[in-house]
C-alpha cells in the first residue's frame, strides 16, 4: 500500500480534449480509492473516490477505472478545461488499517488553452 | 458551512524549536488526520485520531505527537525540529469509521518552515 505510484508524473493536453491519469497501487488489500486534485497553495481536493467492489464509477466529466488484477487506477477528465490544471493524486486505503490513506507522488495536469 | 481550517498558514522556525499546528474540522466531523506534505511528494500519513482517541499512526518519530480536544479540534506538536520537517502540514476531517465515512476533506494546510 506504500508503493501508490503514477506511470507519469506529468501530462499537458489540448483544452477540449480528454485526460487519463495512471496510478498502480501495490497492495492487493486496498478497498478503497480516491481521487484528490490539489490545486497551487491549497489542499487536496475530492474528486471521486471508488471502492475494491467496483471496477468502475462515473461523477460529472470524472470517470474512475479500476483494475484489480493489475492493480492498475485511472482517472478519466472528459473535455478537459483550464481550471483542471493542477496536481492529481490517487490514495488507496488498505483493509482494517482504520482511515489511512497512502498517496501516490502526483500527476501535474496543464491544460494549454 | 466553513471547512477544514488550520493555523497559521505559515510559519518559520529555527532548528530545535518546536511548533504547535492546530485544526478545526468540519462541524459534525468527529474524526481528523494529520498528512505532511513534502513538496514535490505525495501527502504522507501521520495520525489519525477519533472520538479524541489515536487510531492511527504513521512512521514517524515520537518527536511527532497529536491529541484532539472535546470539540473535536486538533493539535499537531512537533519537537526538535529539522530541517527536513519543513513541509505542508495537511488535516483533513471526516465523519468516523463506517460506511461512507472514508472520504477525507482537507484543510489548506500550515506551511512549515525550518531553518
Known amino acids: 500500500g506504500e508503493n501508490v505510484g503514477l506511470h507519469l508524473p506529468t501530462l499537458s493536453v489540448q483544452e477540449g480534449d480528454n485526460s487519463i491519469i495512471n496510478c498502480a497501487y501495490s497492495?492487493?488489500?486496498?478497498?478503497?480509492f480516491i481521487w484528490y486534485k490539489q490545486e497551487s497553495g491549497k489542499g487536496p481536493q475530492f474528486i471521486i473516490d471508488?471502492?475494491?467492489?467496483?471496477d468502475k464509477r462515473q461523477g460529472q466529466r470524472v470517470t474512475v477505472l479500476l483494475n484489480k488484477t493489475v492493480k492498475h487506477l485511472s482517472l478519466q477528465i472528459a473535455a478537459t478545461q483550464p481550471g483542471d490544471s493542477a496536481v492529481y493524486f490517487c490514495a488507496e486505503k488498505i483493509r482494517d488499517t482504520g482511515n489511512q490513506f497512502y498517496f501516490g507522488t502526483g500527476t501535474s495536469l496543464t491544460v494549454i488553452p | 458551512d466553513a471547512g477544514v481550517t488550520q493555523s497559521p498558514t505559515h510559519l518559520i522556525k529555527t532548528r530545535g524549536q518546536h511548533v504547535t499546528l492546530r485544526c478545526s474540522p468540519i462541524s459534525g466531523h468527529k474524526s481528523v488526520s494529520w498528512y505532511q506534505q513534502v513538496l514535490g511528494q505525495g501527502p504522507q500519513f501521520i495520525f489519525q485520531y477519533y472520538e479524541k482517541e489515536e487510531r492511527g499512526r504513521g512512521n514517524f518519530p515520537d518527536r511527532f505527537s497529536a491529541r484532539q480536544f472535546p470539540n473535536y479540534s486538533s493539535e499537531l506538536n512537533v519537537n526538535a525540529l529539522l530541517l527536513g520537517d519543513s513541509a505542508l502540514y495537511l488535516c483533513a476531517s471526516s465523519l468516523g469509521p463506517g460506511s461512507g465515512a472514508n472520504v477525507l476533506t482537507f484543510g489548506a494546510g500550515s506551511r512549515l518552515t525550518v531553518l
Open positions: 497492495n492487493s488489500a486496498s478497498d478503497y
Open positions: 471508488i471502492r475494491s467492489n467496483m
